[in-house]
């Protein structure tokens, strides 16, 4: 059911590169979401060649559920290592599902400056969004059931797949 | 000052008389002291204040994490240092700040603890940080608030002050790395200080290598063996290959009676300065909770040469104290 990773890296990186041609977006940045999201940043900053070096972003600050999930023990900390002022920002994700994660750095990145214009990367879009947030560009589109998610594990090597959740 | 306190009696059955500082699913809900803490924990919040640190170098210093969150800064003992940076630690993360003076406030016109304490719950808080000149105070309040507030310890009488050992064992941490190595030396009035008493727990539960504390018999408790240290009277034999020093401030204030001939007398003996300094490691450190008393014990070259990471203290208890207020006031259970 899911195509195989390679093939989906380098449908976004094709997409992304397009956009770069085209000039809908000027001598991007990429940030990163952690953790899935930076693995699969990682490969589209190598395979795009982009200069500035790739920007992390960990929202464990930023998350709306903080008062029911907590705080995780070993937050990395989020690094950009470039000014956002006025910059074309590619945020990269690996999965968009309810859309929450993408808000919460969203408000990160803005604490951080007034990007010109941010893009939504991921490598899969499922159903399930909780708001008004879509995908720029996306390797695959997945339709789940409610106790089904993606789960990738990495860095090396990049693996996705499908779980059900078991029923406590 | 009329506080009407009285002093808490700890359940002599309890098993473990630091277990009040974990909620059931074992959480960190208040923080009193480092004891029953445990490494796992230090390391925790020493783990989660590093991850802070990237927020007070960036240009928006604040994260939304305790957002609409009240805490409540109650001092019953005046503090300049510690009181600004919990509510910048506070205000850092989004929450709403109340200060509260209570030496000259209502308790001056016979209001009992508990009353005031009920006051200021109606107010909605979800956070104490407490100061009291007597020791206890933290623990009692925390046994009586509502279910839903924490309570974290902003110095008790010479009982304990944890978050001011913890952001000195950060600062150690993010200069030294491991504790194992290290020789740590807490110099002077270690009698009076909470201080030092927390910071000699945070040390050992972190297995230093060694802490040394140095000072004359008169300002030693009785039994500071016990408590896990090696004791000097003498700062030559002390410092001979100690990584850092820790200064303490001369608590006139508490001293009763002539625990010391005169104040030169101590800075000749027991004041570090950049001869005395020469005694340890070469690239030993040099720290001090504040505020320093400059010629009494410790030399203004040294408090502002290059060994000093005093400032540095000041600024890494900002994000310590966000890590303790976030750990505290956040999930109860974690999935």
Not at chain 2, 11 to 34: R, V
Not at chain 2, 194 to 220: D, F, K
Request: charged share 25%; hydrophobic share 40%.
């Amino acid at each position: 059911m899911i195509e195989s990773l390679d093939t989906l890296l380098d449908r976004l990186g094709n997409q992304l590169a397009d956009k770069i041609r085209d000039g809908s977006l000027n001598e991007p940045v990429m940030v990163g979401i952690h953790t899935g999201g930076v693995w699969v940043a990682e490969r589209l900053h190598a395979s795009l060649g982009l200069k500035e070096p790739l920007g992390k972003l960990n929202i464990a600050f930023y998350r709306d559920d903080f008062t029911t999930i907590g705080l995780h023990p070993q937050v990395s900390p989020s690094l950009l290592p470039f000014e956002i002022e006025g910059r074309d920002i590619i945020l990269v994700d690996d999965v968009l599902f309810t859309g929450r994660t993408i808000r919460a750095a969203l408000n990160e990145l803005f604490d951080y400056g007034r990007p010109r214009k941010v893009l939504l990367a991921v490598l899969f879009e499922r159903d399930g969004r909780e708001l008004p947030i879509q995908a720029d560009v996306y390797g695959q589109r997945l339709e789940l059931t409610a106790d089904q998610q993606v789960k990738l594990t990495g860095p090396e090597p990049l693996l996705a797949r499908i779980v059900t959740r078991k029923e406590d | 000052m009329a506080v009407h306190f009285v002093r808490p009696k700890l359940p002599k059955l309890a098993p473990d008389p630091w277990a009040i500082q974990f909620d059931q699913d074992g959480n960190l809900k208040h923080l009193l002291t480092i004891e029953g803490l445990g490494p796992q924990w230090v390391k925790r919040i020493l783990d989660t204040a590093e991850g802070f640190m990237s927020v007070t170098d960036r240009e928006i210093k604040k994260v939304p994490l305790l957002r609409g969150r009240t805490v409540v800064n109650l001092f019953f003992e005046s503090s300049t240092r510690t009181r600004t940076t919990f509510e910048l630690a506070a205000k850092r993360l989004s929450a709403d700040v109340l200060n509260i003076n209570l030496s000259t406030s209502a308790t001056n016109k016979g209001e009992s603890l508990l009353d005031t304490l009920k006051n200021i719950e109606a107010m909605q808080a979800d956070m104490f940080v407490v100061r009291h000149d007597q020791s206890g105070a933290a623990h009692y309040i925390a046994r009586h608030v509502a279910p839903h507030v924490s309570v974290l310890n902003a110095g008790d009488g010479r009982h304990a002050h944890p978050t001011q050992a913890l952001l000195d064992a950060f600062t150690i941490r993010r200069i030294k790395g491991d504790f194992a190595p290290l020789r740590v030396a807490i110099v002077g009035d270690i009698l009076h200080s909470r201080v030092a008493r927390s910071q000699i727990h945070v040390l050992n539960t972190l297995n230093t290598g060694e802490v040394r504390v140095i000072a004359p018999r008169t300002l030693l408790p009785n039994d500071v063996e016990k408590l896990g240290v090696r004791v000097f009277h003498n700062m030559r034999e002390g410092l001979k290959d100690v990584d850092v020093i820790i200064m303490l401030r001369l608590q006139r204030e508490r001293m009763e009676g002539g625990l010391l001939p005169s104040e030169q007398e101590f800075f000749r003996l027991y004041g570090l300065t950049e001869k005395k300094l020469e005694w340890a490691k070469p690239d030993a450190i040099v720290m001090h909770p504040g505020p320093i008393n400059r010629g009494v014990e410790i030399d203004s070259r040294v408090a502002d040469g290059p060994q000093s990471v005093i400032l540095q203290q000041v600024s890494n208890g900002i994000s310590v104290r966000m890590a303790v207020m976030a750990l505290c006031m956040g999930a109860r259970s974690e999935n």
